[in-house]
């Protein structure tokens, strides 16, 4: 969007700190959308609500290729702020209502490994990543997350949830 051609560039400055915009903006949606994710999961149920929110996610992220405005980023930070509004809280809510009452802390910290395991991949190898297989284009990393937002979102359709939002009732809320 703001064609900096090296980080050298003022433009690139410039980019740098509408990127602190963007990500502003994908945090106050993230805010706005939390209490409306119960109302979701109970009308499509937890994982469906999960994979549309990922899936727009998936759009804002892809979306930047075809953005060359500035102001048109933060319409693409709204999918973003959606979908990390979701990856916060309805992974939780499915994995509480499969865990037996007694264990729950104990499987909820080892699903916790299952979170910050790949983090620790990520910031160690997307150097490698970066250089080797994206020729350090930083969209193309962009666009890599759009993709992999999408199969998230398919794969989630395999996962069970063995306590639907249907038969909840009160329950719904501990979605968000």
Not at 74 to 80: N, T
Not at 102 to 114: A, D, E, L, P, Q
């Amino acid at each position: 969007v703001f064609g900096a051609p090296d980080e050298a560039s003022p433009l690139y400055q410039a980019g740098v700190e509408w990127g602190g915009i963007c990500f502003a903006m994908y945090s106050v949606v993230c805010f706005a959308f939390a209490p409306l994710l119960p109302r979701l999961a109970h009308k499509v149920g937890r994982k469906n609500a999960h994979s549309l929110c990922l899936l727009a996610g998936a759009a804002g992220l892809l979306s930047v290729a075809l953005i060359h405005s500035k102001y048109g980023l933060l319409l693409s930070m709204v999918g973003v702020g959606i979908a990390w509004s979701s990856i916060l809280s309805v992974p939780y809510a499915i994995l509480a209502g499969a865990l037996p009452a007694g264990r729950t802390g104990v499987y909820m910290g080892i699903f916790n490994f299952f979170i910050v395991i790949p983090e620790i991949v990520a910031s160690l190898g997307f150097g490698w990543v970066m250089s080797h297989l994206l020729g350090n284009n930083r969209l193309l990393a962009v666009l890599a997350g759009g993709v992999l937002l999408a199969v998230a979102a398919a794969l989630m359709q395999r996962v069970e949830d063995r306590r639907t939002v249907a038969t909840e009732g009160a329950d719904v809320a501990a979605v968000a």
